[in-house]
């Protein structure tokens, strides 16, 4: 059937279709094979197999899994806050590079594409994006903590400290960039290009949902069984909101918005509740 008939639950997906988009012109399924490929090695991918090898070093670790710690954003120069705010920025900003990678591939597709806007993140419709991203984030922010805390009363899930940098002045600024840089990275490279590209080689949209999913389930494995399973649960919803929607937009503000809650949140609560867990 061609990408024109196809419906999804009545209705048109335009976003479906995009993803169905023939290859460029002058570039083979080859070779949007190995560029994918390559993106994922740069990026995503390499951070699944880094999670996988953390995850086995937990459970070969004496103790169990909710006695050992997962830090998100620690510090690289502890007692050197100067040289620590360095590198801070300096992560933050190369973590970005593969989503300039993408915009560059994406301007190959043709003068009618124009990098990032083909998969809907621009500036066109900041309100609706960010409306509609802070409806998902309350939905999911809300299930997501206490699925983590079962996870973890069950023994599936490492303590997760979202941050443990020093009480100093960019602590907070650090953390909200350290959010809005992992929201870019993961939902314009495994939700808006990785999507696009598999369309485009001929994956079903079920074969490219699941792989978009467990990606996003297992560079979380360094956190337990519960984050590889509750992300790969919000990326299945990510990936039919991005069609429904055919747009990236809302789940980077989503995205971000959780993080950022759960960094600051973390950062202000950590010791002075007696629910949220700490090492």
């Known amino acids: 059937m061609s990408p024109r008939g196809e419906v999804e639950t009545g209705v048109v997906s335009e976003q479906r279709l995009r993803d169905l988009a023939p290859p460029p012109d002058g570039l083979p399924r080859g ?7 390559i993106v994922l090695a740069l990026s995503l991918g390499a951070s699944g197999v880094s999670a996988l090898i953390s995850f086995i070093g937990s459970l070969t670790r004496p103790g169990s899994l909710k006695q050992q710690a997962a830090t998100l954003n620690g510090s690289y120069a502890p007692g050197r806050p100067w040289l620590d705010l360095s590198w801070q920025l300096f992560g933050i900003a190369t973590a970005l590079v593969p989503v300039v990678l993408v915009a560059h591939l994406l301007t190959r597709e043709g003068p009618g594409v124009r990098g990032l806007r083909a998969i809907g993140f621009d500036r066109t419709r900041p309100w609706s994006d960010l409306g509609r991203g802070t409806l998902v984030a309350a939905g999911i922010g809300s299930a997501g903590l206490a699925f ?34 992992n929201a870019v990275l993961e939902e314009v490279v495994v939700v808006g290009y990785l999507l696009r590209r598999l369309g485009q080689l001929g994956w079903s949209p079920m074969a490219a949902l699941a792989a978009s999913s467990v990606l996003r389930g297992s560079y979380h494995l360094y956190q337990g069984i519960g984050g590889f399973l509750g992300n790969l649960v919000m990326g ?6 991005y069609r429904r929607w055919g747009r990236v937009g809302p789940l980077v503000a989503a995205h971000a918005l959780l993080d950022i809650v759960a960094f600051v949140g973390y950062g202000l609560l950590a010791g002075k509740v007696g629910w949220l867990p700490t090492v």
């Open 31 to 37: 070779v949007l094979r190995s560029e994918t490929l």
């Open 148 to 181: 983590y805390l079962a996870a973890r009363a069950s023994g599936f899930n490492l303590t997760v400290v979202p941050e443990s940098l020093p009480e100093v002045w960019w602590k907070y600024p650090v953390l909200i960039l350290s959010a809005l840089q």
């Open 236 to 241: 299945v919803v990510f990936v039919l909101l």
